[in-house]
């Protein structure tokens, strides 16, 4: 098997690569040793807490703001087209609640949680699940003057059970039935984020058509629906583009030929898959996903075994878990400007996503936004050096 | 099961006692109780002489100011020991040890498990060491034997193969937590009073004698004031903090000592160095974990403990020549505890060299304080305070500690720890198996506000994600309770990850690393945690 690109790692940078690449009529393969940090997030997309703090040394910074721009405008467009459109202004902040009722500031939503930005300060019912084990209600109660809640018996507790009740629509009558018995008198409805597994919108169109009020949905603790609900959509949308998914395993070898890398090959028990490519894309992230890991004493690519930079005679960690300025953070590969890891022996392999240098998501709230900015600015790279 | 030490004591809810005087509570309604004892400290010393008073029949109030176990008992390794770590050095030491560990095993069955232990003697250490090891056993009453090198590593697989031979010794793990828990069960079904959570801020003195003390409940800020004919300094490493608040000196000496966590158990039995007692020389398993250490380093604070790279590094290494994959496993956590040693027991610079022994000492003012001692010789050193109080006291009861078993040790599982994998229904912490009736029971029972008084009594938050989800739920499960508000629940959260991150931080690589990114994930992006 011979790919023009081959990305290493499925997450929300690699499968954005693969939609650009592949729609460029690009022969593009995805592989993936697991299931990324996309799937457990809470499905917003995160650009910047503060649009105008960003350092020199960030990687949107070297992509430049009409960039980051335009690669989120074309993300929303895709997910419009996916099915799962997404709400919001891509320089703009708003609201989302989160599980434990703290606003949080966030930049594009799936439209099940566009209405969570006008509830502050206005009066709130929240309906949740008996017995949901990763939900609760009492969180809510000081943060609204007027707060009520009502919780529906779904006969399971966890959040992907009641979910997948939910794309029943037997169920989901039965649900709209006692909704009706609630007489809910509040302005806003906040429901955690079990209404199915696809896309809740004509549901919530429903709920609100019986209630009168306006709904959104809070996400959870993962396994988090709007997380997974984005990923699947994102995976099955690049695979009917025709990319073509390695799922389920790392990888064992590379093959090289001067300066370039030429074969990967993949850790199938008992059968091994050579996959060849012309150009290679890294996504596999951060230490979460295990595209970083930490040694004792060094931190390592697990792929390409390519230089890891950290900020030097530092410790890794400070003191506090709240401390968002980590050095830790900071960790990852240097690339030049075509997205090229820097001290690197080959020529076409390109870097993007959380495992790049000086990414800090936690620090500046970018996480989906640097992984869509950055994902397809190194597809944009790649294609021009196939080209 | 151990608790991990170094949090700080809660602090009273910002503008609490504020809105409490607003709603008119605090109007000099001052709450007190009487009592004939007062007990300031909830680990083994204090919670064991709780026990004995109340078996022989005296009035008591124990008051502890974070949950049982919160100090040297609770951060200590948890090795009952046999006494052979103290045969060679301190024959009276081992003595004690040996005969307190009969007794132990006897009356605390479900608090201790007999996994005996194993000294091995590895290449390098002296045949000399082996010999004057197994003589002074003997002396001391230690029973021993020895195994060649194949047939320790029959039992004991994960041993360094490369060792010479290993003595088998009646070492055993003991659970602290449980051990001050139940102790405090006897004292509470005869009427004792023991408040947790409760902190002494003033000895109460009326013409040169103590006569009282005031405690401050921690999370409301409430004081109140508690009289009493004797007070019983038990409070391990503060020692000399509360000996001065009636005017008394304790010199003490005060040991630092680290330990990690594996998170699985590496080893059945016990493992020692059959050498003399040095750094990262012990290996306990501790229900599913196995913990090393430790070390000892001189310290003046009994709190803001911290743990070094270096520390970690020595132990790592020490434990990995009795046990090698120790140099690779996942380490779940590090922790540490400050030891109540006494001053002037010895004029050697090395901590571990000071006695390990115990002393009571009368203060002539009404105040008696119980010092230094170890885990494994509590109830020893509660039945001579006892005894001293009923001289005080002019009253002749006998103690009978030794023969009676535990109280309350029917309702708790014991070991092995599948014993308690009955019900997986409604698993609240996935890593230990806890499920929301466990939760819910302490909740109900125990009335608390606190979450660690639930990892306590149930292990919730113990496993390799240290808390990382359950943590949440379980303050949500107190929320539906009504016992705090959202509000509350937040701080708390805040402060459970900060002080979970305290431990772990020293040991964050490989697949702990991976955790903590996740944990990082949803605490500071999920749940937006981070903007205060
Ligand atoms: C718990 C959590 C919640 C978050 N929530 C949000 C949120 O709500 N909004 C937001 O904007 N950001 C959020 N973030 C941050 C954001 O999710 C990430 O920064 C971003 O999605 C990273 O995408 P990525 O493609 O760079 O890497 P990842 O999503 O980490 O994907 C890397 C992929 O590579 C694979 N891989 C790794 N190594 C190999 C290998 N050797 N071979 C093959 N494949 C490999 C992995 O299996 C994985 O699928 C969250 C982060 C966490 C940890
Ligand atoms: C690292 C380490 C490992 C050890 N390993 C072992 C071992 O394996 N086996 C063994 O037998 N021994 C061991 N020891 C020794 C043993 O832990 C201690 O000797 C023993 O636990 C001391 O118990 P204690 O009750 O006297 O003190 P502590 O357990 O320290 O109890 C004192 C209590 O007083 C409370 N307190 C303090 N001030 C106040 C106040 N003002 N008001 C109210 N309460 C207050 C504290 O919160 C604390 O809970 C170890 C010690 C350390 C440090």
């Known amino acids: 098997m011979k790919y023009d690109v081959v990305i290493i790692g499925g997450g929300m940078t690699g499968l954005i690569s693969s939609i650009y690449l ?199 603790l993962p396994p988090s629906m709007p997380g997974l609900r984005l990923f699947r959509k994102l995976k099955s949308y690049s695979s009917l583009q025709g990319v073509d998914f390695f799922w389920g395993h790392g990888i064992s070898e590379i093959t090289e030929e001067e300066n370039l890398v030429t074969s990967l090959i993949i850790d199938q028990p008992g059968r091994p898959t050579i996959i060849e490519g012309r150009s290679f894309i890294l996504t596999t992230g951060s230490f979460v996903s295990g595209g970083l890991f930490a040694e004792k004493e060094s931190i390592r690519e697990t792929v390409f075994n390519l230089p890891v930079s950290i900020p030097p005679g530092k410790p890794r960690l400070n003191d506090s878990f709240f401390d968002t300025e980590q050095p830790l953070g900071r960790a990852g590969i240097r690339v030049s400007s075509h997205y090229q890891p820097v001290d690197s022996p080959w020529k076409n392999i390109f870097v993007a996503g959380s495992i790049l240098e000086n990414s800090q998501i936690m620090k500046y709230h970018c996480g989906h936004g640097l992984a869509i900015v950055t994902g397809l600015d190194a597809a944009e790279n790649c294609e021009e050096y196939l080209k | 099961m151990i608790q991990y030490n170094c949090d700080p004591p809660p602090k009273v809810a910002e503008g609490y006692l504020e809105r409490r005087e607003q709603e008119g509570y605090m109007k000099l309604r001052i709450k007190m109780i009487k009592t004939d004892v007062i007990i300031i400290g909830g680990g083994a010393t204090g919670t064991g002489v709780a026990r004995d008073l109340a078996l ?60 005996e232990g194993l000294f091995v003697r590895l290449p390098g250490d002296t045949l000399e060491y082996r010999d ?218 090395d901590d571990r060299a000071i006695s390990r022994g115990f002393r009571i000492i009368d203060h002539k003012n009404g105040m008696f304080s119980i010092m230094g001692g170890k885990l494994t010789t509590y109830r020893l050193m509660a039945e001579k305070m006892t005894d001293r109080i009923m001289e005080h006291f002019g009253i002749n009861v006998p103690c009978t500690t030794a023969e009676k078993p535990l109280e309350g040790q029917n309702q708790l599982s014991g070991y092995p720890v599948s014993n308690r994998i009955e019900k997986l229904d409604d698993i609240i912490c996935e890593c230990e198996l806890v499920t929301r009736k466990d939760v819910e029971k302490v909740i109900d029972s125990v009335g608390t506000k606190y979450i660690g008084d639930i990892q306590h009594r149930t292990r919730l938050g113990m496993g390799p994600c240290q808390g990382g989800f359950c943590t949440y739920r379980a303050l949500g499960m107190m929320q539906e309770k009504g016992k705090v508000t959202s509000g509350e629940s937040i701080r708390v959260l805040r402060e459970f990850l900060d002080r979970r991150y305290r431990g772990i931080r020293p040991v964050l690589w490989g697949d702990q690393m991976r955790e903590e990114q996740l944990v990082e994930g949803i605490y500071l992006g999920i749940l937006g945690l981070a903007d205060k």
């Not at chain 1, 592949?22 to 996309?38: F, N, Q």
């Not at chain 2, 949950?67 to 090795?79: Q, Y």
């Not at chain 2, 009326?206 to 007070?231: D, L, T, W």
Request: hydrophobic letters at 35%; glycine letters at 8%.
């Open chain 1, 22 to 220: 592949s729609s460029k009529g690009l022969k593009t393969a995805v592989v993936s040793k697991g299931d990324p940090v996309c799937s457990i997030s809470s499905g917003c997309i995160d650009v910047a807490g503060d649009f105008q703090g960003i350092p020199d040394d960030h990687p949107y910074t070297m992509a430049g703001r009409e960039k980051v721009r335009s690669a989120l405008m074309y993300f929303k467009e895709i997910m419009k087209d996916a099915g799962l459109p997404y709400w919001g202004e891509v320089f703009e902040n708003r609201s989302i609640y989160t599980p434990i009722a703290k606003k949080r500031e966030t930049c594009l939503v799936p439209f099940s949680m566009k209405n969570a930005d006008g509830a502050k300060g206005k009066s709130l019912h929240i309906i949740s699940f008996q017995g949901m084990k990763d939900f609760f209600p009492g969180y809510f109660k000081e943060d609204t003057s007027d707060f009520n809640c009502s919780l529906f018996d779904a006969g399971t507790l966890t959040t992907v059970g009641i979910a997948t009740k939910f794309d029943d629509p037997a169920f989901r009558e039965q649900f709209i039935l006692w909704l009706k018995e609630c007489r809910i008198q509040e302005e806003f409805i906040g429901i955690p984020a079990v209404l199915g597994t696809k896309n809740p919108q004509k549901l919530i169109d429903q709920i609100e058509l019986v209630t009168g009020c306006k709904v959104f949905e809070i996400p959870t």
């Open chain 2, 56 to 115: 022989r029949g005296i009035d008591h109030c124990l008051l502890e100011k974070k949950d049982f176990a919160a100090g040297a008992t609770g951060a200590c390794h948890g090795l009952l020991h046999s006494g052979g770590r103290y045969a060679v050095n301190d024959p009276e030491a081992a003595r004690e040890c040996i005969s307190e560990n009969q007794i132990l095993r006897k009356i605390g069955k479900k608090c201790v498990e007999f996994t």
């Open chain 2, 132 to 349: 004057d090891f197994l003589e002074s056993c003997h002396r001391t009453g230690i029973s021993t034997e020895i195994f060649s090198a194949s047939k320790a590593l029959g039992l004991v697989p994960n041993l360094n193969p490369a060792l010479e031979e290993a003595v088998k010794v009646p070492d055993c793990s003991i659970d602290p937590f449980r051990l001050c828990m139940l102790n405090a069960e006897s004292s509470s079904l005869r009427g004792g009073k023991i408040l947790t959570h409760h902190k002494v801020i003033e000895v109460i003195k009326e013409r040169g004698n103590c006569v009282g003390v005031k405690a401050q409940e921690q999370f409301s800020g409430e004081i109140i004031e508690i009289r009493g004919k004797v007070i019983i300094n038990a409070s391990g490493a503060w020692g000399s903090i509360v000996a001065k608040m009636s005017g008394s000196d304790v010199p003490m000496n005060l040991s630092k000592g680290s330990l990690i966590i594996a998170n699985h158990r590496l080893t059945s039995m016990v493992i020692n160095r059959l050498r003399p007692a040095s750094n990262g020389d012990i290996i306990v398993p501790n229900e599913t974990v196995s913990l090393a250490g430790t070390t000892s380093i001189h310290v003046n604070d009994p709190e803001n403990l911290s743990i070094s790279p270096e520390e970690i590094g020595l132990i790592t290494s020490e434990a990995s020549q009795m046990v090698p994959e120790f140099d690779s496993v996942r380490l779940i956590r590090s922790y540490t505890g400050v030891r109540p040693l006494l001053k002037g027991d010895s004029h050697s610079d």
